[in-house]
């Protein structure tokens, strides 16, 4: 079965600060991996969309990295701002024809950014 | 409108009620989603259409659920006999494209519909 998981569960850092949240996915074939910025009781929005054969992509304060062949992928946030605070949702894009619209949410990395 | 809006924003059901969730795709988006997102968990497939095809309802939990989209644009997921395990938040998504082919369009979400069955 074709898996996302996420680490750290949760994680709490200051403002100003930088952190990198971790991707591990089973799914194969793949085809790309984004990430997604959920706030309490909204909607995700995208943050990054990567092929496999990106491997680092810029949005600002947000850096996501791809290694497709360890099938690990990283967002680093930096310069934290209170703003910040949310869960981080790593979902990957199956590759091939049937099933391939079946993307696979990870749990998200709950982060919340503290005065 | 800008943005996928989805209505009602909360819904209270008492067990054993009938619920519709509405959602307003972007305009001219031809992939439309429906996902179900238990509290601290990520969103989980439940359907897929594609104008008013709906290709995939593997997601859906059971045959109280059931979908439509009858003329490629608004989309309704229905929920009959509601259960206590049914209470989740509702996320509808569109694309302007299929996203058939591990395609990269990108997926807009609405806000979501809170269901909380008593």
């Known amino acids: 079965k074709n898996q996302v998981e996420q680490s750290p569960q949760s994680l709490i850092i200051l403002e100003g600060k930088n952190c990198t949240l971790q991707c591990n996915y089973t799914v194969s074939p793949f085809s790309n991996l984004r990430w997604y910025k959920q706030d309490t009781g909204r909607g995700p929005v995208s943050l990054t969309i990567m092929t496999f054969s990106e491997n680092t992509k810029s949005n600002g304060r947000y850096t996501a990295t791809l290694d497709a062949d360890t099938k690990q992928s990283s967002l680093h946030i930096t310069a934290s701002q209170l703003s910040d605070s949310a869960s981080y949702i790593c979902?990957?894009?199956?590759?091939?024809?049937?099933?391939?619209?079946?993307?696979?949410f990870g749990k998200g990395t709950k982060l919340s950014v503290i005065p | 409108g800008a943005g996928v809006s989805q209505s009602p924003r909360y819904k209270v059901a008492k067990r054993g009620q009938d619920v519709a969730l509405r959602c307003d795709p972007i305009s001219g988006h031809v992939s439309l989603f429906w996902y179900q997102q238990a509290l601290g968990q990520g969103p989980e497939f439940l359907t897929y259409?594609?104008?008013?095809?709906?290709?995939?309802k593997s997601g859906l939990p059971s045959d109280r659920f059931f979908a439509e989209r009858p003329e490629g644009s608004v989309s309704t997921l229905k929920i009959q006999r509601t259960q206590q395990e049914d209470s989740a938040v509702y996320l509808c998504?569109?694309?302007?494209?299929?996203?058939?082919?591990?395609?990269?369009?990108?997926?807009?979400f609405g806000e979501g519909s809170r269901l909380t069955v008593l």
């Open positions: 998504a569109s694309s302007l494209a299929p996203l058939v082919g591990g395609g990269t369009g990108e997926l807009f």
């Open positions: 259409f594609q104008n008013e095809a709906q290709l995939d």
């Open positions: 979902v990957v894009t199956p590759g091939g024809g049937a099933g391939s619209y079946q993307l696979t």
